[in-house]
């Protein structure tokens, strides 16, 4: 098979934390303009600390859909923030890898090297710390640099902390640097590999010795607030594969079976927080000259719309409790350090699309699960016949085609004939909008065809083996076991919220269609450091205060 290498108590924690050097709650930052750091170390005044939050799976239209009920984290950041709505991935394959790998770099996925999930950061040379379950990670396939390496070529005492519960959305914001970074593993507790160090910081083994997961053994998921103010029914079997989709939901009494599902359940978002927040404090984020970078990935709104779907009671439940934890950390966070010296950003790895056949918000009648392992098979059979080998003459994945054309000269397959065949039979399949060559895609209008032009932001047409890329109906969705689905270049899937916080930005809602690749260069103007490189990316001069 071609390989795709080849393409180019949780509250407690926080008040616990909050009553360490505590520092009295600062006020609405005021208004400074973005200042540099000239000879190194931070101007009087000028930001400390960045904080940059990444929730999986959350969609532009989130926080105005749920906005009257939120009355934390998220209320704060949008109505004190520069907010914008129509922010965009603007890559084809809207995956959690690809888009932690564009937060920071400010550079499409073509760039950075991170071109899909199967293909992001798990690999065997660097195994998790003392046997932990779980697969090896780290960033060896990312390219180029981040905000990160930006803060330390500027100050070499810049720090960076970056934690999640998925393993990618700890390594790629932060790429190649070896920070200190962590995860959650299905053992209950936060790990690292073996690319980044040998052995657990002290406040991490502390941390983990709570045993927070263990102990939810039993508990339950409720709602937040009374039934009444949920819209959504809580009677649809379509979610969860039609189990389990009525609340409450019920943590296993088993401990190790409940470590392993925590990441499930709203409550890892409040314990990610919560370990976030006790790292700021063991390293000293935010207490030097330099500034220092906290970034924070918060991945059950994934899990959850995956289950259940963006329509349901259990992620509109979800949202509320993202804004609620939040509250508690930006609360405990300005304890801690002056808000004054902190920016704060925020934004989605990804959006999703409903399942087919059931809305609430999304107009998505005529959307269907779209499947070609028909045209697969037959490709295989076909090659079987002309005794070519399937494994090394092409593959279907991810609604790419790839082809190693290099392997079929030897051959009595024409590879053009292979991919000219594969496109005919997949536009029949019911579903599909698109098949289009990548070489044609790269003589495409690329100002007014948003498909043609994400797609190349994935792959580089002259130095790739992607032959034909696949792309569905807007609302369709590739199967995968009847859960709700993210991965096409559609806005639905692309959409996301790009928000800025903190004293150089100028609060207000804007309308403009920004990317999310314009947030590292729009950071590093606002904390006057420089881009090691060429970035894809801009810089929102509208977002900062005059």
């Not at 699960?369 to 016949?385: E, I, K």
């Not at 005794?387 to 994945?397: C, E, G, I």
Request: net charge neutral; hydrophobic share 40%; charged share 20%.
């Amino acid at each position: 098979m071609p390989r795709l290498s080849r393409i180019v108590p949780v509250l407690a924690c926080f008040l616990a934390a909050a009553r360490v050097q505590a520092q009295p709650s600062a006020a609405r930052p005021a208004e400074l303009a973005p200042q540099s750091r000239p000879g190194g170390g931070a101007a009087a005044g000028a930001p400390t600390l960045v904080v940059f939050l990444t929730i999986d799976q959350f969609r532009g239209d989130y926080l105005a859909r749920y906005g009257s009920q939120l009355t934390g984290g998220l209320k704060r950041l949008r109505t004190a923030g520069a907010v914008f709505a129509n922010g965009f991935h603007d890559h084809g394959i809207t995956e959690t890898a690809p888009g932690h790998s564009v937060t920071m770099s400010g550079r499409f996925p073509v760039h950075t090297g991170i071109v899909m999930n199967s293909q992001g950061v798990n690999t065997r040379d660097y195994p998790l710390l003392f046997q932990v379950q779980g697969p090896g990670a780290a960033p060896f396939r990312f390219q180029g640099t981040t905000l990160t390496d930006w803060l330390v070529a500027s100050d070499r005492r810049s720090r960076a902390l970056s934690v999640s519960r998925k393993d990618r959305g700890a390594i790629l914001p932060i790429g190649r640097s070896r920070q200190a970074v962590f995860w959650y593993s299905s053992d209950g507790e936060f790990t690292t590999s073996t690319w980044y160090g040998d052995t657990l910081p002290g406040w991490v083994v502390m941390f983990n010795a709570q045993q927070v997961p263990r102990n939810s053994a039993g508990s339950s998921w409720t709602l937040l607030r009374p039934a009444g103010d949920y819209a959504e029914p809580d009677s649809v079997p379509r979610e969860s594969n039609g189990r389990d989709f009525v609340f409450p939901h019920l943590m296993s009494a088993d401990s190790a079976v409940a470590a392993a599902s925590f990441a499930a359940f709203p409550a890892m978002d409040s314990l990610t927080l919560a370990f976030a927040l006790r790292g700021l404090e063991a390293m000293k984020l935010g207490t030097g000259p330099q500034v220092d970078l906290l970034n924070v990935s918060l991945s059950t709104t994934d899990a959850i719309g995956h289950r259940f779907g963006p329509d349901s009671r259990e992620l509109h439940d979800q949202i509320l409790r993202v804004d609620r934890y939040l509250g508690t950390f930006l609360d405990s966070l300005f304890r801690l350090r002056d808000s004054t010296r902190i920016v704060i950003a925020l934004t989605g790895d990804h959006g999703v699309t409903p399942l087919p056949g059931v809305t609430l918000y999304d107009q998505n009648q005529g959307a269907t699960v779209v499947r070609l392992d028909t045209v697969s098979s037959l490709m295989r059979a076909g090659l079987l016949r002309a005794r070519v080998d399937p494994a090394k003459a092409a593959d279907f994945d991810d609604g790419v085609l790839l082809v190693d054309r290099a392997y079929l000269r030897g051959t009595s397959v024409n590879a053009d004939s292979l991919v000219d065949w594969f496109a005919a039979e997949a536009r029949k399949v019911p579903g599909v909008w698109r098949a289009d060559r990548m070489r044609d895609l790269a003589r495409a209008d690329t100002v007014h065809d948003d498909v043609a032009r994400r797609w190349l932001h994935m792959f580089d047409p002259a130095r790739t083996n992607v032959a034909l890329v696949v792309t569905t109906h807007p609302w369709s969705v590739w199967s995968l076991g009847g859960i709700a689905m993210h991965g096409s270049p559609h806005d639905n899937d692309a959409n996301v919220p790009v928000v800025f916080w903190g004293p150089p930005f100028k609060p207000g809602l804007f309308p403009d269609t920004v990317r999310v690749v314009d947030m590292a260069p729009t950071l590093a103007a606002a904390l006057g450091v420089t881009p090691l490189e060429k970035l894809d990316g801009r810089v929102l001069t509208q977002a900062f205060r005059p």
